[in-house]
């Protein structure tokens, strides 16, 4: 899904400003946009009819835009009624979707309950890391076996890194009304996977009683937590449009994060 079809009212307002500009706006001698390329090509028409043309020129580059979005919201096509009006396009883009339900439902559930199944085993991950680094932090510098077991710690970050984007991706039924979150995600991991990259090669360094490059692990580590709370915020919206008894949204996150517990993926081959 594309940027366009992810955020349709923006879509919708930013089409309704520009065309409102193109048509509506007087500029020069008091003609718009569009009747002073008229003029241009015919400069006998007269300015009155030019002026009366304004609305349809208008409706007929709305109608098409709004359509879009309607059917991107799926929302039934009488509402183009509301577009015969010049600020009709206001009370679509109030419009929200229609309840999701049905075979639909469940697969919005079946994927939330995958996706959250991969933030569990990340979590798993990242604990042991930080729980390593809270014994041996205060002593990598001054204690090589400290400095190894950090170093350690981070190379099997890094390698779950990778193993939480290979599930992501391995991903194949994404509900359409998931794709923004999904997106968000991905993103996400590919942050996460870049900042533990970057973590490994300065704990490797600290090991190795060189200086590690700290400042770009710091800004790599900001720009992952940046995404992981958009994911989050688009997590909440995606819940907030199933509209499901949170008792089985609960449901669905315990089976989640407890299914994996046991997981033995292979560090080498991320198996």
Not at 47 to 61: G, H, M, Q, V, Y
Not at 125 to 135: C, R, S
Not at 147 to 173: C, D, F, G, P
Not at 246 to 253: D, H, L, N, Q, V
């Amino acid at each position: 899904m594309n940027l366009f079809q992810r955020h349709p009212n923006y879509t919708l307002t930013a089409v309704s400003i520009g065309t409102f500009l193109l048509t509506m706006t007087s500029w020069g001698q008091g003609h718009s946009v569009i009747s002073s390329l008229v003029h241009l090509v015919n400069s006998s028409i007269d300015n009155e009819l030019l002026s009366r043309l304004s609305l349809p020129i208008w409706l007929a580059l709305m109608l098409p835009v709004e359509g879009w979005a309607l059917r991107n919201k799926k929302r039934s096509m009488w509402h183009l009624l509301w577009g015969m009006t010049t600020f009709g396009w206001i009370i679509i883009l109030c419009l929200g979707s229609p309840k999701i339900d049905g075979n639909e439902l469940q697969e919005c559930l079946a994927y939330l309950e995958t996706e959250t199944e991969i933030t569990a085993f990340q979590t798993r991950e990242a604990d042991l890391y930080n729980n390593t680094l809270v014994k041996y932090g205060n002593s990598i510098v001054e204690n090589p076996l400290a400095a190894s077991e950090v170093s350690n710690a981070a190379k099997r970050l890094m390698q779950a890194s990778a193993e939480v984007l290979r599930r992501h991706e391995a991903i194949t039924s994404v509900p359409k009304e998931a794709s923004l979150m999904q997106y968000a995600w991905h993103t996400t991991f590919q942050a996460y996977a870049a900042w533990a990259i970057a973590t490994t090669a300065a704990m490797e360094a600290t090991a190795e009683g060189m200086t590690p490059h700290m400042e770009y692990v710091e800004q790599l580590f900001k720009e992952q937590q940046k995404a992981w709370r958009w994911a989050q915020d688009e997590e909440k919206k995606f819940l907030k449009r199933l509209k499901v008894n949170p008792e089985e949204i609960a449901k669905i996150i315990t089976r989640a994060t407890t299914v994996g517990i046991d997981d033995d993926w292979d560090l080498e081959t991320g198996d």
